[in-house]
């Protein structure tokens, strides 16, 4: 089946310094990437839609300017989490969409940020 | 606007028995999908079940049945001979636009 890798999968930070995280599909194509943040014990909230050669499409609430989403290829996507602070403390999660409407989305397997 | 309504944070259900978690959804859009993903503790989320608007027959998945009430927006997962495997988060969602909304989640516990 279709793996989406995601890495690193847990960082530890200083407050003030910039995380990047990658989003691979290792073996489909993805026009589209999504990226989720979770807190504790709570739901995915889409923070932002990503299309690759194009700019991401953010959700409402979501600092453009804190998360920068690279999508560069169809088989990679970015989020980088700039000056993080103790507030961005999160699991960020990536999936990817092979294309076809409706189907399933693959995920990745999440990476948890810490800012100390 | 697109929203995921799930009105039971957590649920717990006795090993083999049956247990049915509850989902109702908003969408403007007239071509949309329904899906059951699973989070286990390692956080991987996991499809379940996934449900076309347009059809009419419940989807099923061995164990796993929705019953899809169009209608009524409402979209309920049973899970049958339930399994101490099964316990996890369990996320309802809606896809429309490209766009993959989440509901609030439903715990499960699976007691032995």
């Known amino acids: 089946g279709a793996v989406v890798s995601q890495h690193p999968s847990r960082v530890i930070c200083k407050s003030g310094t910039s995380v990047k995280i990658e989003c691979r599909s290792l073996d489909f194509q993805a026009t589209t990437m999504f990226w989720y943040r979770q807190f504790p014990k709570q739901s995915l909230m889409l923070m932002a839609t990503?299309?690759?050669?194009?700019?991401?499409?953010?959700e409402q609430g979501v600092e453009k300017d804190k998360f920068l989403i690279n999508h560069a290829s169809l088989t990679l996507s970015t989020l980088t989490v700039t000056s993080a602070h103790p507030e961005d403390s999160s699991f960020y999660i990536c999936?990817?969409?092979?294309?076809?409407?409706?189907?399933?989305?693959?995920f990745g397997s999440g990476t948890q940020l810490s800012v100390l | 606007a697109q929203t995921v309504t799930q009105s039971q944070p957590e649920m717990s259900v006795q090993e083999a028995e049956t247990v049915t978690l509850s989902c109702t959804y908003d969408?403007?859009?007239?071509?949309?999908?329904l899906f059951w993903y699973k989070q286990p503790p390692s956080r991987q989320m996991i499809l379940v079940i996934r449900?076309?608007?347009?059809?009419?027959q419940n989807a099923t998945e061995n164990r796993f049945s929705v019953n899809f009430q169009k209608a009524a927006k409402s979209f309920s997962l049973k899970i049958s001979d339930s399994q101490l495997g099964d316990a996890a988060m369990y996320f309802c969602a809606s896809s429309g636009t490209y766009k993959y909304i989440f509901g609030t989640g439903t715990r499960l516990k699976v007691l032995a």
């Open positions: 449900q076309e608007a347009y059809k009419q």
């Open positions: 999936s990817a969409d092979p294309g076809q409407y409706g189907e399933k989305l693959f």
């Open positions: 969408t403007s859009e007239s071509d949309y999908y």
């Open positions: 990503s299309n690759e050669g194009s700019k991401a499409t953010y």
